[in-house]
C-alpha cells in the first residue's frame, strides 16, 4: 500500500506549489540525478581504480556492515535546491535476530559472488589469526550511528565478524598491515538498506506529490573498496591501488513485506511541516515530513525480501570488481 505527502505540506516543504496527485500500485524509486546541474543521472554503478584488481586472486574482508534506517526513512529524492525529503517511519514485527539473519545472509552470498568471479576469500578463522585483526579494537554489535542521507542507521556485522573500531586517520595504516600480513586483497564494505520508498511526482517541473510505500532498497553510496595485494607492490610510478565500487542508483524491490499505514497523531500535526539542519551529503538541505508512516512487517518475508535485495546489489558489485582482474 501506498500513501501519499499532502500537496499542501509538500509544497511548503520544498518551497514549490501545485497540487495535481497521481497514484500507482507500487512505488517506483526515483533515480538520482547526476551531471551537469544535475541534468543527467548517476551511473548504476560508480567505479574508481578497477585496474587495482588486476591478478589478484586472494580476498580478506575485515569490514562488512549493513546500515538498516529504522525510524526515518532518507530521501529518495532532491528537489531543484538540493533539498532532499526525510519520511518519518516506524518498523513493527522485525527484531535484531531477523536483522542479523539478514546480515549474515548478504555476507555469505557476496562472498560465493566473489568466489564465482575468481577469487578465494580467506575463512573468519584465518582472518582471526593475523595479528593485526586480532589486535583490533571491536565495537559492540549492532550499533546505531551516523549514516548517509541524514538519519542515522543501526548498523550489523556478520556473526563471528569483528564490528572493527578503527578511526578514520587509522585506516589506511590498518589495511596495509592487513594487505602485508594476509597477502590479499582487503576488501570494505559498507551497505545502507531502508523499508521505505519515495517516488517524486512532477507536471513538468511542477511538484504535484510523493508517493511513499513499501520498497526495500539498497541506497545509492553503499560501496565496497578494495586495496589490491599486488597493485600495492608496486615501486615508483604506481596507478590506482584501491578500486572502488559504488551504487549510484538503488536497487530496490517493491514486493510487499506488511502493512503500511499512517500513524501521525496530533502532536505530530502540531510540529512545523519541515525542519531544516545542514547536511555534509549534499551541502544543502534535509528536510523532515511531520507526517509518520508505520511498517508492520511479516518477518518471514521482510527476510526474505531484503536478503534478495540485498544479494542483487552485492552481486553486481562483485561482479564490477571481478571485471578488473
Known sequence: MNRLIPCASLALLLGLSGCGVSTTKNVEVDRHSGGFLGLGEQADLQTSGLEAMKGETRVVIPNFKVGFYLDKSPGGFKSGSGDAAIVRSKLSGVENADFQAITDAAYAAFKQQLTAQGFSVMSEAEMA?????????????PEMDKALFGP???????????????????????????????????????????????????????????????????????????????????????????????????????????????????????????KMAATWMTGGLKTQVTKVYELKADPAKFKKVAIETLGKATGQMAAKLGSGR
Open 129 to 141: 589469526a593475523l595479528p593485526r585483526y586480532a589486535a583490533a579494537k571491536a565495537k559492540a554489535n
Open 152 to 274: 542515522d542507521a543501526l548498523y550489523f556485522v556478520p556473526t563471528g565478524v569483528k564490528h572493527l573500531d578503527v578511526g578514520m586517520f587509522d585506516k589506511g595504516l590498518f589495511n596495509m598491515d592487513m594487505l602485508k600480513q594476509s597477502q590479499a586483497t582487503v576488501m570494505d564494505v559498507t551497505l545502507y538498506v531502508t523499508y521505505l520508498g519515495q517516488k517524486l511526482e512532477k507536471v513538468l517541473t511542477m511538484v504535484s506529490g510523493v508517493q511513499v510505500g513499501q520498497a526495500m532498497t539498497v541506497i545509492p553510496g553503499s560501496v565496497v573498496t578494495a586495496s589490491g595485494y599486488q597493485a600495492s607492490k608496486c615501486v615508483g610510478f604506481c596507478p590506482n591501488t584501491v578500486a572502488s565500487v559504488r551504487l549510484g542508483q538503488p536497487i530496490y524491490s517493491t514486493e510487499e513485506t506488511g502493512t503500511l499505514t499512517d500513524v501521525t497523531t496530533a502532536g505530530d500535526r502540531a510540529l512545523d511541516v519541515a
